[in-house]
Each structure stands twice: as C-alpha cells, then as structure tokens.
C-alpha cells in the first residue's frame, strides 16, 4: 500500500496533551480544505510516494515510541488507516491530528485522534462532520484554533457536548498565530470560567525561523 509522504522528522511535541515530549511525525500530503490560517501549505501537494512499510522502518530509525501521523489531512488519503494499523501493530504510541471534516472511525481507535472542530474565522466551519463528537472516546482530544471573539464563543457553545466525552484537559484551546494574542485568549478563558486547557504551539516559540522539520 502507497502514500503520499510529505515528510518524516524528530522533534518535540508542540501541540496537544503530549505537548513537550519527543515525538516522530509523519506528515501526509494532501488537505481537503483550505483554512484561512494553514501554517502547512507546503504539504497540500509536495511528497514522495512511500509503501506502509517503508514508512514504518523510516519511523524506527528514530528509536522513539511516540508517532504523530499529521498533514495536510491523514484521512485525505485511502490508505491512512493501514498504516495506522501498522504502527500500532509495531508498538508505537500513536497520536493522528485530523481537521474534523472526515470520519476518524476510519482509523483504530486505540490511536488517539487530535479533532480540530474548525471555528468560522476558519472559513471551513461549515465542513465539520458534527458525527464525529459521537466518534470521539476518552482516548481523544478536540482542538478549536481561536482567532477572534466569534470564535471563541463558538468553541464555548460546544463544550457542554465535549464535557460528556473528554476530561476538560482534552480539550485544547489555541490562538491564531499573529492574529490573537496568547493572553488575550488566557484572559477570556478566566472570565469566563472555562474548563479546557490553553495550548500554545510549543515547537514555534523553540524554532520561530523553522517552518518545516519542526
């Protein structure tokens, strides 16, 4: 089985509940939308076609447990979830980051799916599958990317529906690089009593010159 292949690299986990901790990332090209703020354009069409297995022995030339598959959109290409199954397979850790608009039951659930639930600032709010939060597990986390007060409140309307699902450290608040400041962000969350946890993108503030690799 072939995919498209943006890139495979070590760094640090910027994002998510894993955020600080070595991490392999396989990057897939490919993206079914076109969010206003995408910081990974380069991956929409730029990649190399690698077999599951090429993929997989690349990953333990790293000597690391966690893999992240991200793009792009994973799911943007048919045979993401084999290579999931095969990564899980070989006893890695496994984290995938998926813009929402897709079925993530596509993939195994013992992978955990980082769902961004796209705010209108987005332009591609329209495109969330609202099936996926009957997806989600407690295996899961939801990200909203924040980049202004409308969005803010649109991610705050959905919480009472994710506090059934996620503990509230799985839910990942994140502003808009360059577009909402951090504290600003910080400050509306204390007002208003929110229950979900502030992510900043960890590996930005570590390598603010590097747009790839990191």
């Known amino acids: 089985m072939i ?70 959109e994973p799911l943007f290409q048919d045979h993401t979830p084999a290579l999931v199954d095969a990564l899980l397979g070989s006893g890695y850790q496994l984290l995938m980051e998926t813009n929402g608009s897709l079925d993530i039951d596509r993939v195994d659930r013992r992978c955990s799916r980082i769902m961004d639930i796209k705010c209108p600032s987005s332009g591609a709010h329209m495109k969330n599958d609202d099936a996926n939060l009957q997806r989600l597990t407690v295996h899961d986390q939801v990200k909203f990317v924040i980049g202004d007060r409308d969005d803010f409140l649109f991610a705050t309307e959905l919480l009472p529906r994710l506090a059934a699902i996620l503990p509230a450290d799985r839910i990942l608040f994140s502003a808009v690089s360059d577009r909402l400041p951090p504290d600003q962000l910080a400050a509306w969350m204390l007002d208003g009593r929110i229950e979900a946890r502030l992510q900043l993108q960890l590996h ?10 990191v």
């Open 3 to 72: 995919l498209t292949v943006n890139e495979i690299f070590y760094s640090i986990q910027g994002e998510s509940v894993y955020a600080g901790l070595p991490c392999v990332f396989v990057r897939l090209t490919g993206c079914n939308l076109r969010c206003h703020y995408c910081d990974t354009r380069y991956a929409f069409d730029e990649g190399n076609a690698m077999s599951v297995a090429q993929i997989v022995d690349q990953v333990a030339t790293f000597g690391c447990r966690l893999v992240e598959i991200t793009g792009g």
């Open 204 to 213: 930005r503030l570590i390598w603010p010159d590097q747009e790839r690799g």
